[in-house]
């Protein structure tokens, strides 16, 4: 769908306040993309909904018409989630961006999906609570549903599934349903919330969601550990892990990625193989044992400098510059967009992933920067190129394909926590096998036109 009639246009535009309904170029050139690679559609629309009605009048309207909608919030994920890939209606749930309340005696929230990370972890911590899902981008809690982010922060606090209690979820042809409940556990029948959490928007748009929240932990210590050998810091996170330690982050660097790190933000890190630590506990005394014991283990492993009690000013600097390292990588090669690979696997083969993944890159003479969530098995590799170059470009996409294969072999996954989207949607049948038809079956069900978010997860 290309344009709107004058018909279509006058119905929209009673559906919500006139002013939240849009067929303009710049607005509709503005959900164009996301801040990956992936180009879609051009929407014939955007609306702004603010209220759940308001959103099932314009799905019951849409499926009616025919018109694919196309959920969207902050526009800061990385494999076309939000793209439009048939045009349609861009829904834009930003505008529900209300608070609704926040519990502290049962550590929960009720938040709309417009909601930002960022202000939900201002106000809990007002009242010593935060959400610790942690995707570095100040991203929509809507989003973060429907990817199931997650973050630096998962190895210890889970990911954005496990703090998702009850939703409102409107279906694609206009219905409302409620998921979960304010209890803490329930083994009461299917667990629908999880159905909606992680599927990108292509079973139904959440209008509302409790989330658990969790204290936040009395003290900090950081901790960055440098080695001569890649392989050798890639082991240390397995003994780690391994040891019962249980880090709050745990992230691995290469001297390249310091390397930008330090030009950028003139950090003065050792340009070595590098693992960034952070540990939360309740007194400096029981940090001060975790931190010795770490020492001793990456000791064991090859660690050749260990650098612990950083500074509050330093390590939020440390943080902000590995929260920043994909903007980075963009920034160092102007004129060039990313691939970013995304695939996890068992933390006992995190090590063979690194290796194998650095050789690749070495040996095709890519442009690559391999990281990652190390405590969680979580590799990123970002690889630099021209889409416009076919040939350049090719090699990237074959180069994600080897690890995404390898990871899967290995029992790992094609994405940790960006999503399936657009970029990942040929590796799903080569991860899932027959359950990935179950998938397709569900989604029939629940959207049998194909409407809401298409071109998303499946082919």
């Not at 001297?255 to 590098?274: A, H, T, V």
């Amino acid at each position: 769908m290309k344009e709107f009639n004058a018909g279509q246009i006058s119905v929209l535009s009673t559906l919500v306040d006139s002013e939240r309904f849009s067929t303009g170029q710049s607005n509709r050139e503005l959900h164009l993309h996301d801040i990956s690679a992936h180009r879609g559609s051009m929407p014939a629309g955007i609306i702004w909904p603010v209220t759940t009605a308001e959103v099932a009048h314009i799905l019951a309207w849409a499926y009616e018409q025919d018109v694919p909608v196309t959920p969207w919030g902050a526009g800061t994920s990385t494999e076309g989630n939000p793209v439009p890939t048939r045009g349609g209606l861009v829904m834009n749930l930003t505008q529900m961006n209300k608070i609704l309340e926040i519990r502290s005696q049962d550590l929960q929230a009720d938040v709309q999906p417009g909601v930002l990370r960022k202000e939900l972890n201002r106000q809990a911590g007002k009242q010593g609570l935060f959400f610790p899902p942690d995707p570095g981008a100040d991203a929509t809690i809507g989003g973060m549903i429907a990817n199931n982010a997650s973050g630096v922060q998962t190895v210890k606090y889970g990911a954005t599934k496990d703090y998702v209690m009850k939703l409102t979820v409107v279906l694609p042809q206009g219905s409302i349903i409620h998921t979960g409940c304010r209890a803490h556990k329930s083994s009461s029948g299917y667990d629908l919330s999880r159905l909606f959490v992680g599927s990108e928007g292509t079973l139904g748009v959440v209008t509302e969601a409790t989330l658990r929240l969790t204290g936040i932990p009395g003290r900090h210590l950081a901790v960055t550990v440098t080695f001569n050998q890649l392989d050798e810091a890639s082991q240390a996170v397995a003994v780690m892990i391994g040891s019962g330690l249980e880090p709050a982050a745990l992230e691995l660097l290469t001297p390249e990625l310091i390397n930008l790190m330090n030009r950028e933000k003139d950090l003065g890190l050792p340009e070595m193989p590098s693992l960034f630590c952070e540990f939360h506990g309740i007194s400096r005394a029981t940090l001060k044992e975790t931190a010795d014991l770490a020492k001793e283990l990456c000791e064991d492993c090859g660690a050749t400098g260990f650098k612990f009690g950083v500074e509050a000013n330093e390590r939020a600097q440390l943080w902000r510059a590995r929260h920043e390292a994909w903007e980075t990588i963009h920034r160092a090669h102007p004129g060039k967009e990313t691939l970013i690979v995304d695939a996890a696997v068992p933390i006992s083969c995190y090590p063979e992933m690194i290796v194998f993944s650095q050789k690749l890159v070495d040996e095709n003479q890519a442009i690559g920067y391999v990281f990652g969530h190390a405590g969680d098995g979580n590799l990123h590799v970002v690889l630099v190129g021209d889409p416009e170059n076919e040939k350049e470009w090719l090699l990237l996409e074959d180069i994600n394909a080897q690890i995404v294969t390898r990871a899967v072999q290995l029992g790992g996954t094609c994405t940790g926590e960006h999503g399936i989207g657009i970029g990942k949607r040929k590796f799903m049948e080569l991860e899932h096998g027959d359950s990935y038809h179950l998938m397709r079956q569900i989604k029939d069900l629940i959207d049998p036109k194909g409407l809401l978010n298409p071109g998303k997860i499946f082919m």
